[in-house]
């Protein structure tokens, strides 16, 4: 096989312990790609209509990237996949690290897992064999050691993704963690593997990833490097230049359209976290549980997650593989674990603005705790805020509390609080599960505390300062989802640069156009979508994609490395089919897209009455609606129309 | 292509020992055979077979290698972009990123951890983006590359 991919699937039968090596037809990966689009293709086929996301019928699937292995770059990601317990529909969750080219090493484009096995076990997959090992002695161990304890039986190289307790506890919000705090945190997926009682997949292989055409490979890389590389006065500005920067946008009514090179820089420099105070300032983080408004975190408050202190507890950048800019970094930290993952801007934001928290220990600490628990630090850190407002307004009291005062802005309520939802104890048991599931059993009009999509909380970008976001997180398939499309990414992606009738947006514009609904709008959300669905099935990395679709060559990378004349055009076609299959999946298992909607309060309903996202609503039913019949879905219901599954060939 | 092994074999066993791939079967004084599925052609056991019973892809007969001479990498760190191909190509895992960063700057590089593990396959040269690798026969008074970790 030259063609980029492996062509075949393990399916492992928990509940009878059977592995069956499967070959794929080229034609699938002609259609889907790998990735995200073949774990879409196997489990909307073969997961029953209406099967309990907790059940034996539902699928996991750990998918590689097309393009991962192939010398190209940012090409590391890896994709999880299973009918999601947390929003009863699609599911997936997308990491880096160094898990995708193992899955290839071993010979496979995806592994899949069917069935709940008798007892705890593990995967491990080494040169051609597969077999099923008892996981009783990793049981009940977080996700550092577990890994720790396989890679010292089985080699460094070995790659490893493991449950921690969370997972096990069956939290639906708890994900799938490799390479010692990368985790595939979303769609709650980590309690699948869990109810399934799989702790591990260890994968040992070897196998060459061949491609057609090596030299073209090289070629664009050293291209892609050029811009990578490229030089930008931004890195020279202190942490709080980018702070102030940040209270500039949020405050002028004129805003430029951004080069995806301006993020690339941040990112290099001081990573994710870089935005920090950015986003805080320019009303992109939502705060105090999407109550507050960056007039509640101001600078003062904020500067202690200023991007340059947390730089200095790093010691090294971390790259995943084949990534050459490197936006994540090992940092040492004094107290209970002396090596920690650079906690990213997601996670400082839920556990820190959202919980108006502003103690940087307590962010690093709690970003160790939850990655080695297995808990998605998003959804943990916004229903430690929904939890908060239902104490501030008196729904959950002390006695509820077990004695926390959960009140904004107390930090050790906050860590004792997510310490008890990782260890399922007292309240924490009810909020293990998320904002939505936990409203519903306080009940005394708890739900109106919740910000959710679909289930999903969504993450740390407020879609009342992109309305972008808003529009993603309500119409995608994966309800909640932040790293697909918004106003901002799709001047960043450049697309149509490659793409042919797709509009170019203008370079000096009035916030204030953002928020009115027109066609160009919903051509570019839906260019968005087809574009991070495809890159999700090559397994590219979407701060990568953000340099721009003319500099960061991947339709042609994905032609070189299997041969395929396909034109930017034809790409983007494969996604909006990946797109539509995962619809058309919510649909078969009976979820309304319609309810997939954000809550209100992030839509701007009320309205804020200050800050930089003062007065702003976005109509996310009138986008909805025009985002839809970009896919040829139903307007009104969101529903692939018939010709629209046969046009693309979806059956 | 795969590797195959000729009639000559004598069924010493060093190819399958050294085979980082599991690719090669056989009984003791008994002919081996190569898996071609398995068979990755990092060459390990042409360089080791007393007998030159080993055929590579090309049908051509491969000659032993003393292990002290195998080619080794080296890599150029000043303009390695961190990206962690070559560690990962590594079919013996005897690459690793450093823990520190390399000298003035942020990354960490590759560096070569378990000399005595290479196979000299270089997969890490043909697999790196940069082309910082070099393959080259051991110099024997030069420090070995790991000590500079």
């Known amino acids: ?651 | 292509m795969s590797y195959t092994i000729s009639e000559k074999c004598n069924g010493c066993g060093a190819c399958m020992r050294v085979c980082p791939a599991d690719a090669i079967t056989g009984e003791k004084k008994k002919a081996h055979a190569i898996d071609a599925n398995l068979c990755i052609e990092c060459g390990a056991c042409g360089k080791v077979c007393p007998q030159s019973g080993i055929l590579d892809g090309n049908g051509i007969a491969c000659t032993m290698i003393k292990r002290s001479e195998w080619p080794k990498p080296e890599i150029t760190v000043e303009t390695c972009i961190a990206c962690g191909i070559c560690v990962d190509a590594c079919p013996v895992g005897c690459l690793a990123m450093s823990e520190r960063p390399r000298n003035k700057g942020v990354d960490a590089f590759p560096y070569l951890k378990d000399a005595k593990a290479c196979i000299g396959c270089g997969f890490c040269r043909a697999d790196c983006p940069m082309d910082v690798i070099a393959m080259l026969k051991p110099v024997k008074e030069k420090k070995a590359s790991s000590e500079v970790a």
């Open chain 1, 1 to 651: 096989m030259t063609k980029a991919y492996m062509g075949k699937i393990l399916m492992v039968d928990l509940s009878s312990g059977t592995m069956t090596e499967e070959a794929i037809p080229d034609s699938v990966y002609e259609q889907y790609l790998s990735g995200m689009g073949l774990g879409a293709y196997i489990l909307y086929n073969r997961i029953p209509a209406g099967a309990d996301p907790l059940g034996p019928e539902n699928i996991l699937g750990f998918c590689s990237g097309l393009l991962t292995g192939t010398g190209s770059l940012f090409s590391g990601r890896w994709t999880l996949v299973g009918k999601s317990p947390l929003t009863g529909g699609w599911g997936d969750a997308n990491c880096g690290g160094t898990f995708s080219p193992a899955i290839k090493h071993c010979g496979y484009d995806a592994v899949f897992f069917k069935g709940i096995s008798p007892k705890p076990v593990y995967l491990y997959v080494k040169n051609g064999k597969a077999v099923l090992k008892d996981a009783a002695d990793l049981w009940g161990k977080d996700a550092v050691e577990t890994e720790e304890k396989l890679k010292k039986q089985y080699g460094e190289k070995a790659g490893v993704a493991v449950i921690g307790p969370a997972g096990e506890k069956v939290s639906l919000i708890s994900g799938v963690c490799t390479d010692k705090g990368r985790i595939a945190a979303r769609s709650g997926l980590g309690a699948v593997m869990g109810v399934k009682k799989l702790k591990a997949v260890v994968l040992d292989g070897v196998q060459r990833i061949n491609v057609q055409d090596p030299e073209e490979m090289k070629r664009l890389s050293l291209k892609c490097v050029k811009w990578t590389n490229f030089p930008m006065p931004l890195s020279l500005l202190p942490g709080v230049g980018l702070a102030l920067m940040g209270t500039f946008m949020g405050a002028t009514p004129v805003m430029f359209a951004q080069d995806g090179l301006l993020y690339k820089t941040i990112l290099r420099t001081w990573g994710t976290g870089g935005m920090n105070q950015m986003s805080a300032e320019m009303g992109d983080s939502p705060l105090k549980n999407w109550v507050g408004s960056s007039k509640d975190f101001p600078l003062s408050k904020s500067k202690t997650i200023n991007p340059d202190i947390i730089r200095k507890a790093e010691i090294v950048k971390y790259h995943c593989y084949s990534c050459p800019l490197g936006c994540g970094g090992i940092c040492a930290t004094k107290g209970k674990y002396s090596h920690t993952h650079k906690p990213e801007y997601e996670s400082i934001l839920a556990l820190g603005g959202l919980c108006m928290n502003e103690d940087l220990d307590s962010l690093f600490y709690l970003n160790e705790l939850l990655n080695r628990a297995g808990m998605d630090t998003i959804s943990a850190g916004a229903t430690a805020a929904f939890a908060i407002e239902c104490y501030e307004k008196g729904i959950l009291t002390n006695k509820d509390t077990d004695g926390l005062e959960l009140k904004w802005g107390n930090t050790e309520a906050v860590v004792a609080l997510i310490r008890k939802m990782v260890n399922r104890d007292g309240i924490g048991d009810i909020l293990a599960d998320g904002s939505k599931v936990a409203a519903a059993k306080i009940g005394r009009g708890a739900e109106a505390c919740t910000v959710h999509a679909g289930g999903q909380e969504p993450a740390m970008h407020d879609g009342r300062g992109d309305p972008g976001f808003n529009v993603h997180y309500s119409v995608e398939p994966t309800p909640g989802r932040h790293t697909i499309g918004a106003h901002l990414y799709y001047e960043m992606f450049q697309l149509w640069k490659r793409v042919k009738g797709l509009p170019r947006p203008s370079l000096l514009f009035m916030k204030g156009s953002k928020y009115k609904v027109n066609k160009e709008k919903a051509q570019a959300s839906a260019a968005c979508s087809k574009f991070m669905s495809m890159g999700n099935g090559a397994g590219m990395c979407m701060f990568g994609l953000f340099i721009g679709a003319k500099r960061i060559p991947t339709f042609d990378w994905l032609n070189a490395a299997t041969g395929w004349k396909f034109s930017p055009e034809e790409y983007m076609t494969i996604g909006e089919r990946i797109q539509t299959i995962k619809q058309d999946f919510n649909v078969k298992h009976r979820i309304e897209p319609k309810n997939n909607f954000i809550s209100r309060r992030a839509q701007g309903n009320p309205p804020q009455k200050e800050g930089a996202n003062k007065g702003r609503v976005v109509d996310v039913e009138k986008l909805a609606a025009d985002y839809w019949e970009q896919f040829g879905w139903d307007r009104a219901t969101g529903k692939p129309k018939a010709e629209t599954l046969k046009r693309l060939g979806i059956k």
